[in-house]
């Protein structure tokens, strides 16, 4: 009375169930944990008074790229070149999508899966990419965002992410540049 699970199904849903853990999970040293605060802080600070400066927006995908830049600066994903390039190329991603296609309901989906193929074809994968093509796909974005806030954004978290990232004696960064 049972029917019989297609092999292939019965492999894929095999995937599903994951493996065991084999590293613990580690909490940083205390010194690390208060620059994490203090780099995050400091990076979206910077960001928030140059927006207010200049009236340009906030983009809530730079929160996103606190965490990895200076929560986990020795990740591949939050090295200077994948920060700056997969903002700025996401951006480029979003913007053409928008002034290509306008906004519909499926013109953020083709930006922010235009920026995810872009990024993984430049070796320049940052997660937070994809928020930054799609918030310029949703908000209409101009070419002019591309370079500010997105660029500018960017080298801002970079740049304190180097100050203050290489106070701790548990770290470098960048691990590399390209």
Same mark, same amino acid.
């Given at each position: /009375?049972? $029917?019989?699970? +297609?092999?292939?199904?019965?492999?894929?849903?095999?995937?599903?169930?994951?493996?065991?853990?084999? !590293?613990?999970?580690?909490?940083?040293? +205390?010194?690390?944990?208060?620059?994490?605060?203090?780099?995050?802080?400091?990076?979206?600070?910077?960001?928030?008074?140059?927006?207010?400066?200049?009236?340009?927006?906030?983009?809530?995908?730079?929160?996103?790229?606190?965490?990895?830049?200076?929560?986990?600066?020795?990740?591949?994903?939050?090295?200077?070149?994948?920060?700056? /390039?997969?903002?700025?190329?996401?951006?480029?991603?979003?913007?053409? !999508?928008? $002034?290509?296609?306008?906004?519909?309901?499926?013109?953020?989906?083709?930006?922010?899966?235009?920026?995810?193929?872009? /990024?993984?074809?430049? #070796?320049?994968?940052? +997660?937070?990419?994809?928020? !930054?093509?799609?918030?310029?796909?949703?908000? #209409?974005?101009? +070419?002019?965002?591309?370079?500010?806030?997105?660029?500018?954004?960017?080298?801002?978290?970079?740049?304190?992410?180097?100050?203050?990232?290489?106070?701790?004696?548990?770290?470098?960064?960048? #691990?590399?540049?390209?």
């Amino acid at each position: /009375m049972f $029917l019989e699970v +297609p092999t292939w199904l019965n492999k894929y849903l095999s995937k599903l169930k994951g493996h065991k853990r084999t !590293t613990p999970l580690v909490t940083p040293p +205390p010194l690390d944990v208060i620059l994490t605060w203090l780099g995050a802080f400091l990076g979206i600070t910077a960001i928030a008074l140059f927006a207010q400066e200049f009236s340009v927006p906030i983009v809530a995908s730079f929160g996103a790229s606190a965490v990895l830049v200076y929560g986990v600066p020795d990740a591949p994903l939050s090295q200077p070149r994948n920060v700056i /390039m997969g903002h700025i190329l996401s951006a480029v991603a979003g913007v053409s !999508t928008f $002034l290509l296609f306008g906004l519909t309901w499926w013109s953020p989906a083709l930006g922010t899966a235009l920026a995810l193929v872009i /990024m993984i074809l430049t #070796k320049t994968t940052h +997660p937070p990419g994809g928020a !930054t093509a799609l918030f310029a796909v949703l908000s #209409k974005a101009h +070419p002019f965002y591309v370079f500010n806030p997105i660029a500018l954004g960017a080298v801002i978290l970079v740049v304190i992410g180097l100050i203050v990232n290489n106070l701790s004696p548990n770290r470098q960064y960048p #691990k590399y540049w390209f």
